[in-house]
């Protein structure tokens, strides 16, 4: 039996009006590019791993002179997970809004960061790579458009067996109509005009099936999108840009993401 607190709980989580979105920038003395990095960390959509995936990704892409924003986006709460309830202004399209609204601001304030407007990147990993890659599919073709996206070890189908229902559920909620998950399963909905992809996982990967991935490169090799995919035997997963997190193997994707980057900005 649910004790009267308890409903009270559950009714102010249904009902709470969530924050608006939270962008903390990390900016290198020099950034000879010009390049800028929107960081999404991490979290099946119901919380965000702000250490790991997100303050640690930035330092690294600052130490590396490029400047770097971690975006706290909208997402269901611990709450939510908990109850199993959705709350609201947290679930789609609440992060894309956010992310769409971190693109135009981080590029408004292009002169002050020291980086150039049309340089603007995405890095997301988990279910931040859902949400960088759903951006670069929405936007694409338009002023807010990004410049790369950096979907790590993403979650990218919403229907597919390989599907990572918890993810779902932190987007979606608790039931949502078939029609939305197709619109949100990322391999199904590639523009042939999709800024550049960088692509990576693990094959063991405890969370996220690594077929993912295999389904977002596909259907970039089929669009003809240009894209680099680094594909792991071990890494497992949420390690972001931590090296005692991971493998050797894994990390190197640290190197690989700086040569692309270079190559990119050419």
Known sequence: MISRFHTILLVLLMTVNVQAYKLTAYIPQENPTGTGVIVCPG??????DKATEGKGVAEWLCQNGIAAFVLEYSHGGWGAFAFHVRTKGRSFPAGFNDLHAALDSVRSRAQEYGIREDRV?????SAGGHLVMHAAEQLAGTPSSPFFVAPMYPVVSMTHPCTHKRSRRGLLGE???QALKDSLSLENHVPSNCPPVFLMNCNDD????YHNAELLDS???VRQVPHHYEHYQTGGHGFGATAEKTTEEAIQWKERFLAWLKELVK
Do not use: R
């Not at 979290?43 to 965000?48: A, C, P």
């Not at 990147?121 to 990993?125: I, L, S, T, Y």
């Not at 405890?206 to 099936?209: A, D, L, S």
């Open 43 to 48: 979290g099946s959509y119901f919380w965000l």
């Open 121 to 125: 990147g995405c890095m997301g990993f």
């Open 206 to 209: 405890p969370i996220v099936h």
């Open 175 to 177: 039931t949502s109509s």
């Open 219 to 221: 259907a970039l090799t």
